[in-house]
T-cell receptor, first 112, second 109 residues
Framework: GAGVSQTPSNKVTEKGKYVELRCDPI?????LYWYRQSLGQGPEFLIY????????DSGLPNDRFFAVRPEGSVSTLKIQRTERGDSAVYLC??????????FGQGTRLTVV | RKEVEQDPGPFNVPEGATVAFNCTYS??????FFWYRQDCRKEPKLLMS???SGNEDGRFTAQLNRASQYISLLIRDSKLSDSATYLC??????????FGQGTTLQVKP
């Protein structure tokens, strides 16, 4: 069956621009997670949805980052006024069973 | 202090060796624990859950010590294909999954 799909796979943007990263979870998975990962580091938690609501957004680094999941399925991570330090791989995962998260292949964001 | 701490390694071992990774976590209220595996430039994948009584899956054994807030993963009879980064994961009380930095294993012929 289809896994977690993330688009785009690569995004290059200029400093100061706005970007949107999309995640299509596995059908029926109620939980959805966003992480970002830099080289040599583990995935850094950003936000976690249960259904349409954000159950925990404590990992969002500042108010430039925002995520939505309006119908409890597809989610969009939005980053305003991008900075070079935002460059990373952004990973999305979905889950039906606690702890068993299935990850997409990530979006590699480069801010130049 | 990080919520989940791991020795990043790398651990370089010969094929057939036994290797153990450790992980400590800071939140004593954490309930659920997991090991994930991440191959180079790939996404993380669940390797196994960690139960209080300890659990085994083939060559892999996971153990939890709640008193010391410590989780371990033991790999016996290492294979070349075990080369990867092993991520310790703790579930927070909201359900979020917190990942450690990862420990890199290189198994050499």
């Amino acid at each position: 069956g289809a896994g977690v799909s993330q688009t785009p796979s690569n995004k290059v943007t200029e400093k100061g621009k706005y970007v949107e990263l999309r995640c299509d979870p596995i059908s029926g998975h109620t939980a959805l997670y966003w992480y970002r990962q830099s080289l040599g580091q583990g995935p850094e938690f950003l936000i976690y949805f249960q259904g349409t609501g954000a159950a925990d957004d404590s990992g969002l680094p500042n108010d430039r980052f925002f995520a939505v999941r309006p119908e409890g399925s597809v989610s969009t991570l939005k980053i305003q006024r991008t900075e070079r330090g935002d460059s990373a791989v952004y990973l999305c995962a979905s889950s039906l069973k606690a702890g068993e998260a299935f990850f997409g292949q990530g979006t590699r964001l480069t801010v130049v | 202090r990080k919520e989940v701490e791991q020795d990043p390694g790398p651990f370089n071992v010969p094929e057939g060796a036994t290797v153990a990774f450790n992980c400590t976590y800071s939140n004593s209220a954490s309930q659920s624990f997991f090991w994930y595996r991440q191959d180079c430039r790939k996404e993380p994948k669940l390797l196994m859950s960690v139960y209080s009584s300890g659990n085994e899956d083939g060559r892999f054994t996971a153990q939890l010590n709640r008193a010391s807030q410590y989780i371990s993963l033991l790999i016996r009879d290492s294979k070349l294909s075990d080369s990867a980064t092993y991520l310790c994961v703790v579930m927070g009380n909201t359900g979020k999954l917190i990942f450690g930095q990862g420990t890199t294993l290189q198994v050499k012929p």
